[in-house]
């Protein structure tokens, strides 16, 4: 199993352990996307779980996860009809490096709302702008395809609007239509929003909490990001994630370290 | 000590282990408040740091707290000069009752935002609407001033709006001016938001997730809640809260069980 399944798959080794090779294609030079790594968590949580689903996820992140071997610890709190809590931590090299308390639940796929909000369209994906960041032949432009609103793009070209928004089509580059795993990479998939801000280097998150709040349809994501404070080296970046049949299926909110220059 | 400090006052009693006692004034029946015990979580989680602020903390509520004696564990997860991570847990009964992931920082009470979303303002506080929930001689409203904005609250007079949001503003009714203890109380003080979109009923939450973002200034605070989805019984809850001084303090979402009653 090639791609994001193989990328993603996690070995059990023993009652609440499990091994995976992490994968150096998610992630920017030795960095790991934190998206990438929570879907690792989701993997070894729902395997644990009865319930297919990760409707919670609360994220800390204490240190950088490298590329290579590294082990899942899950340890259950709670075991219910409606829901499952287990805390799971990523080890590598003895220490914990991530760490999350991960709900798994069951959602209706046929559910209809009782409310939901609305957001605006954004351009149609042709009308949408690529780049690339860093090296193409590796990493995480080799496997996500985001086209983002150039509305929202301004930083690109040195003229960041001033507005911590960013909002994108998002999908894998391979065959693999949205479900709950792959949520947890689209949350965190979209540059930092404060490089509209004037922002520029490594932007670190501290913390990040998701909610899958749907069974996605098949088709492109999209992405709606925004940020309501910059101050004090800190900033918040929510991501809703809606579907191609215009429904919110995630929504996440992290705080993360402005600027900071990662050598 | 009385009042909120009295009640939410930890006593340490080992490394990494502290006693409490949980009091029902901050709560609904025998049911304790979340924020109430998120507030107690961040006692011990600021005692067992060398950071004054608990900028992130994601919480799952397992169990139903009741009032009376608890116990916390502290047990560390990375200790940093930017920030501290712990788990937190709260443990009555021999059994976890609430765990979070608690990040301590140090924040600047003179930080100039980068950006700052800005919010619409409330009526004047003496325009705005109270209600007693259930026996005003005990519980949360003995605690709690809240004054609501009438054009939310149409859900008391059984005409719901339809919208799940909810916006008031809020103190103690002690002396007690805002902090990042009392901001924890603050992000769970409104009643549930699907009160305006028909549910009725216990509400539990059962993951919630709120960052501090500025030490507030003394007066007022105001609480901004809304939800962006409800459905298959599950709903979101947003707040923001905003100091006398205009600037945003503190973010939360819930992710809760919509209307499910109680007994």
Redesign the interface.
Known sequence: MGGFGGATAVRRTAEGRYAVELDADYGFDEALNGGYLMAVLARAALDASAHPHP??T???F??VARPGPAELWVEP??SGR??D?A?VTLVQGDR?VV???L?T?T??GD???????SVDQLPPVGECVTFDAGNPARGFATQVDVRYDGATMGWLDGRPS???EMRAYFRLRQAYEPDGVLLALAVDALPPVVLN???SGWAPT??L?W?M??VPAPGWLTLHGR????????F?EEV?VWDSAGR?VA?S?Q?A??GRNRH
Chains 1, 2 share one sequence.
């Open positions: 409707v919670a609360a994220t800390s204490l240190r709190r709670k409606t829901a809590v805390r914990p760490e999350a308390l709900t639940g959602l209706d559910a209809e709302p009782v409310y939901s909000a001033g507005i911590p801000t004037g922002a501290v913390e909490t909610h709040r749907a940020g309501r404070l910059v101050s004090d080296g800190w918040d809703e919110l929504q909110r705080i370290r402005a």
